[in-house]
C-alpha cells in the first residue's frame, strides 16, 4: 500500500507537467492514466476486483492482485498474438465476470477463497485482451497508461476495502458497506448486458 | 454483557451517521449536474439517475422498501435493500430485451399499498416472505424502467445512475425508519406506512 501511495504521489507531482506536454504521447499517456474514470466499464471491472480483492482478505488480495496483473498480461499478449480487438464480446465477458465477483462478495460475508482468485484471473484476462488501443500516435502510451491506471485503480479500491474491514470489529454494520455495493454491480452489469444484447 | 450493549449501540449509531451522510450526500449531488446534456457519461448517469425519481409511484415504493426493512430490523434492514435493485434489474432486463410482463402499472401501484398495508399493520412477516414479496414488486418497477431506458444514452453510466438513486432511495426509507427505536417512532412510522398505503390506493385507481 506504501509502495503504491508513492507511486500515485509521483504521478500527482508528474501530471500538472505532463498535461501541457510538447513530448510526444505524454499527452496520451496522462490521459490513459484517467481511463478508469472516464471509460464506465473499465471503472466497473476495476471496482469491483478491487472490492473482491480486499474481501479475500489481506494475504489472498495480494495473490488476487498477482494474478490479475499476470492475467491482464497474458490477455495483452493473447490480443497481440491473436488478433482480437476489443469488442462487444470482451465487454460481455469482463461484465459476466464483474457480476459473478460481485455477486460474490453480496452473498458472503467472508467470500470462500479459491473461485474468488478464478474470477480476479478471468477479469484480469479479459481486461487485458479489452486494453489494446486503436492503432496509431502514442499507441504504446495508451496502451501502458490505460493498463496502469486499471491497475492503480484496483489497487488502491482493495486498500480502502481493506482498510474498511480492518474496522468491522467495531462497528459490524461495516461488513454490509462491500455487500451492498456488490449487490449494485450484479444490478448494474445486469441492465448493461441487456442493453448490449438487445443492440445486438 | 453491557458492553457488548454498549458497542451495538455504538455501532447501530454510527450506522445512522453513514445513512444520513449518504441521503444528504444524494440532495447535495443533484444540483451540479443539473445542467448536463443527455450525451456521454455524465449525461448517461443523469438520465439514469433521475428516472426512479420522476413517477411518485417509484419513489414511494422504493422508500417503503427501505422503511420496512428497517421496521423488520436485521438481517431484513439490508436484505431487503439487496433483493429489490437486484430483482429490479432483471426487471428492467426484461423489460429492456422487449419480454412482456402483464400488470406492470397496477403492480406498481399494489406495491406501495401492500408494503405499505404491511408497515401500517406492524406485520413482522419471516424474511423470505418479505423479500419474496418484495422481488416481486421490484420486477414491475424494474420493467416499467428497462422498457423506457433511452438507447441513446451511455448504457454504463445509465445503469450505474439508475441502481445508484434506486439504493439511495431505500437508504432513505431506512434512515426514517431508524426512529422506530425513538419514543413514539413506531407510531409515527405506522403512520408513515398508512400514507404509503393511501398513495398506493390512489396510484391503483389513478387519482394521482
Given at each position: 500500500?506504501?509502495?503504491?501511495?508513492?507511486?500515485?504521489?509521483?504521478?500527482?507531482?508528474?501530471?500538472?507537467?505532463?498535461?501541457?506536454s510538447s513530448v510526444p504521447g505524454a499527452e496520451g499517456l496522462f490521459l490513459a492514466l484517467a481511463h478508469p474514470l472516464t471509460e464506465p466499464?473499465?471503472?466497473?471491472?476495476?471496482?469491483?476486483?478491487?472490492?473482491?480483492?480486499?474481501?479475500?482478505?489481506?494475504?489472498?488480495?495480494?495473490?488476487?492482485?498477482?494474478?490479475?496483473?499476470?492475467?491482464?498480461?497474458?490477455?495483452?499478449?493473447?490480443?497481440?498474438?491473436?488478433?482480437?480487438?476489443?469488442?462487444?464480446?470482451?465487454?460481455?465477458?469482463?461484465?459476466?465476470?464483474?457480476?459473478?465477483?460481485?455477486?460474490?462478495?453480496?452473498?458472503?460475508?467472508?467470500?470462500?477463497?479459491?473461485?474468488?482468485?478464478?474470477?480476479?484471473?478471468?477479469?484480469?484476462?479479459?481486461?487485458?485482451?479489452?486494453?489494446?488501443?486503436?492503432?496509431?500516435?502514442?499507441?504504446?502510451?495508451?496502451?501502458?497508461?490505460?493498463?496502469?491506471?486499471?491497475?492503480?485503480?484496483?489497487?488502491?479500491?482493495?486498500?480502502?476495502?481493506?482498510?474498511?474491514?480492518?474496522?468491522?470489529?467495531?462497528?459490524?454494520?461495516?461488513?454490509?458497506?462491500?455487500?451492498?455495493?456488490?449487490?449494485?454491480?450484479?444490478?448494474?452489469?445486469?441492465?448493461?448486458?441487456?442493453?448490449?444484447?438487445?443492440?445486438? | 454483557?453491557?458492553?457488548?450493549?454498549?458497542?451495538?449501540?455504538?455501532?447501530?449509531?454510527?450506522?445512522?451517521?453513514?445513512?444520513?451522510?449518504?441521503?444528504?450526500?444524494?440532495?447535495?449531488?443533484?444540483?451540479?449536474?443539473?445542467?448536463?446534456?443527455?450525451?456521454?457519461?455524465?449525461?448517461?448517469?443523469?438520465?439514469?439517475?433521475?428516472?426512479?425519481?420522476?413517477?411518485?409511484?417509484?419513489?414511494?415504493?422504493?422508500?417503503?422498501?427501505?422503511?420496512?426493512?428497517?421496521?423488520?430490523?436485521?438481517?431484513?434492514?439490508?436484505?431487503?435493500?439487496?433483493?429489490?435493485?437486484?430483482?429490479?434489474?432483471?426487471?428492467?432486463?426484461?423489460?429492456?430485451?422487449?419480454?412482456?410482463?402483464?400488470?406492470?402499472?397496477?403492480?406498481?401501484?399494489?406495491?406501495?399499498?401492500?408494503?405499505?398495508?404491511?408497515?401500517?399493520?406492524?406485520?413482522?412477516?419471516?424474511?423470505?416472505?418479505?423479500?419474496?414479496?418484495?422481488?416481486?414488486?421490484?420486477?414491475?418497477?424494474?420493467?416499467?424502467?428497462?422498457?423506457?431506458?433511452?438507447?441513446?444514452?451511455?448504457?454504463?453510466?445509465?445503469?450505474?445512475?439508475?441502481?445508484?438513486?434506486?439504493?439511495?432511495?431505500?437508504?432513505?426509507?431506512?434512515?426514517?425508519?431508524?426512529?422506530?427505536?425513538r419514543p413514539g417512532g413506531r407510531i409515527a412510522l405506522r403512520g408513515a406506512g398508512g400514507v404509503i398505503a393511501a398513495l398506493g390506493v390512489?396510484?391503483?385507481?389513478?387519482?394521482?
Open positions: 500500500m506504501r509502495q503504491a501511495l508513492v507511486l500515485a504521489g509521483t504521478i500527482a507531482m508528474a501530471a500538472p507537467a505532463s498535461a501541457h466499464l473499465q471503472g466497473l471491472v476495476a471496482g469491483t476486483a478491487g472490492l473482491l480483492a480486499a474481501r479475500l482478505g489481506q494475504l489472498p488480495a495480494v495473490t488476487g492482485l498477482k494474478l490479475l496483473l499476470a492475467s491482464g498480461l497474458a490477455g495483452l499478449v493473447a490480443a497481440f498474438t491473436t488478433g482480437i480487438r476489443p469488442g462487444a464480446g470482451l465487454d460481455i465477458v469482463l461484465l459476466l465476470a464483474a457480476m459473478g465477483a460481485a455477486g460474490w462478495i453480496a452473498a458472503f460475508r467472508r467470500p470462500p477463497v479459491r473461485p474468488g482468485l478464478g474470477l480476479a484471473a478471468i477479469a484480469g484476462l479479459a481486461a487485458g485482451m479489452n486494453t489494446i488501443p486503436e492503432p496509431g500516435e502514442g499507441f504504446a502510451a495508451t496502451l501502458i497508461g490505460s493498463y496502469a491506471g486499471f491497475l492503480l485503480a484496483i489497487v488502491y479500491l482493495s486498500g480502502a476495502g481493506v482498510w474498511l474491514a480492518r474496522h468491522e470489529a467495531r462497528h459490524d454494520w461495516l461488513h454490509l458497506v462491500p455487500r451492498v455495493i456488490g449487490a449494485w454491480i450484479v444490478a448494474i452489469t445486469m441492465l448493461v448486458l441487456a442493453f448490449l444484447v438487445s443492440a445486438r | 454483557m453491557q458492553g457488548e450493549g454498549e458497542a451495538v449501540s455504538r455501532s447501530f449509531q454510527a450506522s445512522r451517521w453513514a445513512v444520513l451522510l449518504a441521503v444528504a450526500g444524494l440532495g447535495g449531488w443533484l444540483p451540479a449536474f443539473a445542467h448536463s446534456t443527455a450525451e456521454g457519461f455524465q449525461g448517461g448517469f443523469v438520465s439514469g439517475f433521475t428516472h426512479p425519481l420522476d413517477g411518485w409511484d417509484h419513489v414511494a415504493a422504493m422508500v417503503a422498501v427501505g422503511i420496512w426493512g428497517a421496521f423488520l430490523r436485521q438481517p431484513a434492514i439490508w436484505v431487503l435493500p439487496i433483493v429489490f435493485p437486484v430483482v429490479m434489474a432483471l426487471g428492467g432486463a426484461l423489460g429492456v430485451l422487449g419480454v412482456p410482463v402483464p400488470l406492470i402499472e397496477p403492480g406498481i401501484a399494489a406495491s406501495s399499498m401492500v408494503i405499505g398495508l404491511a408497515i401500517l399493520a406492524a406485520w413482522r412477516a419471516p424474511l423470505g416472505s418479505a423479500g419474496l414479496i418484495v422481488g416481486l414488486f421490484a420486477v414491475f418497477h424494474g420493467h416499467a424502467h428497462g422498457a423506457e431506458l433511452p438507447h441513446a444514452a451511455n448504457p454504463v453510466a445509465y445503469s450505474i445512475g439508475f441502481v445508484i438513486s434506486t439504493g439511495l432511495l431505500h437508504l432513505a426509507g431506512i434512515a426514517f425508519g431508524l426512529v422506530v427505536d390512489a396510484f391503483l385507481f389513478g387519482l394521482l
